[in-house]
């Protein structure tokens, strides 16, 4: 069996904003065993797995990414759209847009202390889409 959703997440500001139960809320009953695949359908966001309970983890991301990929670059030509364009691309490739996470038991088997990021690279970056799909 394949199921599969696309969703519009609401806006969210610039930063590491946990989604872990938004997207429980949006899936069918899960399979005894089996995959979801959680597509991010742009290339200045992202998506990732890290802890969900210390909030401090969101600022140290964000901090540790913009001191790797920073704004105001002089040598980024990709600019179009603000300084913070071509960071934000970069930024998307080096998480990633998609997550694959093994379903165990009619659950999503993540551990303790995981919980599923949506990473906004942009400042202004509006609704985002997500592809959802599970495997059976």
Not at 59 to 82: C, L, R, S, W
Not at 111 to 122: A, K
Request: glycine share 6%; hydrophobic share 35%.
């Amino acid at each position: 069996m394949i199921w599969q959703k696309e969703t519009t997440l609401p806006e969210f500001r610039r930063g590491y904003h946990l989604i872990t139960r938004m997207i429980e809320e949006l899936l069918p009953d899960l399979p005894e065993k089996g995959l979801l695949n959680i597509l991010v359908k742009h290339t200045s966001a992202g998506i990732t797995i890290n802890e969900n309970a210390d909030p401090t983890v969101r600022q140290d991301f964000e901090t540790f990414i913009n001191k790797m990929v920073p704004e105001n670059d002089a040598d980024f030509v990709h600019n179009y759209e603000g300084d913070d364009d071509m960071p934000a691309h970069l930024k998307s490739s080096i998480i990633g847009s998609s997550l694959t996470i093994p379903v165990t038991n009619h659950r999503l088997n993540l551990g303790t202390w995981q919980g599923i990021y949506f990473c906004e690279f942009r400042n202004l970056g509006g609704k985002r889409k997500l592809v959802l799909t599970v495997y059976s």
